[in-house]
């Protein structure tokens, strides 16, 4: 019996790990695109500015160890800002503390349908904002089956919020629970190690201007044109200067990358894709995208 009860136990704690597993927000090499909106009195979002977060640099705080939280408006982080201080517990979840030592549980792992929590987000920790998971759904990223949480309020005075393993929040990788009316952070594009591999499909672009409207940031020289000819199945690129190329489909989903060469067209075979819209993403280019129709 004794026996068994511990195989038992060691199952649930491996299916607990490799659950947690999934989520490694704290793998070397990641990044996030994040983007604040304001909404003007009619409705309609205005005021776009975009921001990039990633975490690095070990620090020791009460014996205990932290990664720093950085937030830049520079996706090469040249000019950056120490937000705070981040730690991940693997059968737990993952931890944020602040600049004044407000430290909090932002994202709870191993969560079923019908788990009940609360979020008290260190950047405004008067606010407890209630969760009950709705719903658990399934996405491909970069050939893994990743878990996506739909996470409903009880009051439902907010936006709903969901949570990607590996990515974190609709809101932003620190900005779970930050659920508001009026401005607000929304998730652009996951990287790791400055390829991208998850664009959220509510927005068509991973960086926009601080602006009054919703319009990407142009092209300056190094962009690509897309040509179709009488072969369906055969996409034509063409690049200003050497570039590599890398197709998502309308979910945001890595696809493949390719390289091409300074104005020299490369054809491009789509007979293997599904139908659905597909974008373009240049490494010369990472503000804007082009895209495709597979039919």
Known sequence: MKKYLLAIFTLLVICNLTSASNWDLLKPGKRWNVVLTGLSPDGEKINYTTYFYKFESDTIINSLKYLRAWESMDENFNSKTLTGFVKEDSLI??????????????????????????????????????????????????????????????????????????????FGILNSGMATTGGVFHFLCYYENNIMLYRNPEYSECYYSTKTSIQPVKDSGSGIKLYSGVNHNIVNIKSAVDNSIRIYNSCGVYVETFNVLANQEYSLNVSSYPKGIYFVSTSTNLSGSKKFIKN
Request: aromatic content about 12%; overall charge neutral; charged content about 20%.
């Open 93 to 170: 979840g993952f931890y944020f503390r602040n600049l004044d030592g407000v430290e909090s549980l932002i994202y709870k792992y191993n969560l079923h349908i019908g788990d009940s929590l609360s979020i008290i987000n260190p950047f405004i920790p008067c606010c407890v904002i209630r969760y009950s998971v709705k719903n658990i759904d399934l996405v491909l990223i970069n050939g893994k089956n990743k878990k996506s949480y739909t996470m409903e309020q009880q009051n439902q005075l907010f936006t709903p919020e969901t949570w990607i393993e590996g990515i974190g929040s609709s």
